[in-house]
């Protein structure tokens, strides 16, 4: 054997070692993507958990089909029909819609961020009032839930929908298939 010439066992060991090499940068990807599914997942509970303690229900209802809980709240849309994308949905949670009932849930909208094309300077007179402001995080996550739960889901609501929102109180699903 000269000295440039590879052995068969060369060959084999270094084709096993780039198939190692393969396999252990597939296992490094499948974990980061487990990972991140995770971490989505996360702060899709935090827009649930925001969702249910800012307000949103009132009006739009639990589930956001429109279905308000408390009579003397307005009337709000229903997300699961909406084709509102996350850029729309985060303009509307931030600035609200004057005249219609949506409050502006960002602290800073109109403000300090520039809202519905006004420029800087106090709120609409005709902007509902809000329950709570929102940080912007708290503001993504509630995007982040409605685009993961929300948006698109149709009328229907099912009882894994419902599971997910009462996790608490798995009975109050009974009703729903």
């Known amino acids: 054997m000269t000295k440039n010439s ?3 066992a060369d060959v084999d060991h270094a084709r096993i070692f780039f198939m190692c090499c393969a396999a252990l940068s597939l296992a490094i990807g499948v974990l ?5 599914l995770a971490q989505n997942e996360d702060r ?4 649930l958990t925001t969702w249910r303690n800012s307000g949103c229900s009132d009006c739009h209802g639990a589930f956001a ?3 308000k809980q408390r009579d003397e709240a307005p009337s709000g849309a229903n997300l699961r029909t909406t084709r509102l994308d996350a850029a729309a949905l985060k303009q509307t949670i931030s600035c609200g819609r ?3 009932g949506m409050p502006a849930f960002d602290e800073g909208a109109y403000k ?6 006004q420029a800087l300077g106090p709120p609409p007179s005709d902007l509902y009032p809000t329950p709570r402001t929102l940080t912007p ?3 993504d996550a509630v995007v982040m839930y409605l685009q993961a739960r929300i948006v698109g889901k149709g009328r229907t609501i099912t009882k894994q929908e419902c599971l ?3 996790a608490d109180q798995p009975d109050w699903c009974d009703d729903y298939k």
């Open 164 to 166: 997910f929102y009462y």
């Open 6 to 8: 590879t052995s068969r």
């Open 137 to 139: 995080d708290e503001i």
């Open 65 to 67: 089909d429109g279905e």
């Open 112 to 117: 300090v961020r520039a809202c519905n094309g």
């Open 98 to 100: 004057p005249g219609t």
């Open 44 to 47: 899709v509970k935090a827009g």
């Open 32 to 36: 980061v993507q487990a990972t991140a």
